[in-house]
């Protein structure tokens, strides 16, 4: 078991969106602790609303394939709205400044739709990831104090991952596929899928795993007041 934790500092900076991982397991004390550490998750009002099903082995290989086999045939059941249209100016500049510097990692062109559409498809695969967890939610309102609550314990879990020598992506796309993944998994329709995460160890010898996507300075995000 791996004991040694990254300082702070280092952990949020050395986290990355993997893409790319080594089939080893974790045991399922490494995955207890991270789901401990991300149990203090802040929330509104303490209310916790995090349904968490994590996925491992025949499981993850059957959902994996549910999810290609969906998309490949043009079936999608999200909970939640996503397009890339839905982005304007300076935020859609970034998504596509993140795919240009992905798909140049691996040496994929532009125009090469059937490579970028492979691509694609390896997010069902997990990345080849050894674990995946699907982040549930109750719906409260217009849910967007939920969904926030949600994203708080996405990066306590990220954060506990690379502090601990793990490796983790959140992926959006782990969320298009709602309504057979709550039939898989046994999940009430009374919970909403956000996105899910896969994690694992890092295949630190993949050309994505040498990508590292640019952060705006502060000051191009915050005002100081005061």
Same mark, same amino acid.
């Given at each position: 078991m791996n004991h040694t934790v990254l300082a702070f500092d280092e952990t949020v900076r050395q986290r990355s969106s993997v893409r790319a991982f080594l089939p080893t397991p974790l045991s399922d004390a490494q995955i207890r602790a991270v789901l401990q550490d991300a149990q203090y998750s802040p929330s509104n009002c303490n209310t916790q609303p995090w349904h968490v099903h994590v996925v491992s082995g025949e499981t993850k290989t059957r959902l994996g394939k549910l999810m290609t086999a /969906?998309?490949?045939?043009?079936?999608?059941?999200?909970?939640f709205?996503?397009?890339?249209?839905?982005? %304007?100016?300076?935020?859609?500049?970034?998504?596509?400044?993140?795919?240009?510097?992905?798909?140049?990692?691996?040496?994929?062109?532009?125009?090469?739709?059937?490579?970028?559409?492979?691509?694609?498809?390896? /997010?069902?695969?997990?990345? /080849?990831?050894? %674990?995946?967890?699907?982040l549930f939610m109750p719906s409260f309102g217009d849910n967007i104090r939920v969904a926030s609550d949600i994203g708080m314990y996405a990066q306590s879990f990220l954060l506990s991952l690379t502090a601990r020598g793990f490796a983790g992506i959140p992926?959006?796309?782990?969320?298009? %596929?709602?309504?057979?993944?709550?039939?898989?998994?046994?999940?009430?329709?009374?919970?909403?899928?956000?996105?899910?995460?896969?994690f694992g160890y890092a295949d630190t010898t993949a050309p994505s795993a040498q990508v590292r996507m640019p952060r705006i300075p502060v000051e191009q995000s915050v005002v100081m007041h005061g």
């Open positions: /969906n998309d490949l045939a043009g079936v999608q059941t999200p909970d709205s996503f397009s890339y249209e839905d982005f %304007h100016g300076e935020y859609f500049d970034r998504a596509h400044e993140q795919a240009r510097i992905y798909y140049e990692a691996l040496g994929i062109a532009r125009d090469d739709k059937i490579c970028r559409k492979e691509a694609y498809l390896r /997010n069902y695969q997990f990345f /080849n990831a050894p %674990h995946a967890a699907f992926q959006t796309l782990l969320g298009f %596929h709602a309504d057979m993944i709550r039939k898989e998994l046994g999940v009430s329709s009374d919970y909403r899928l956000l996105f899910g995460i896969s």
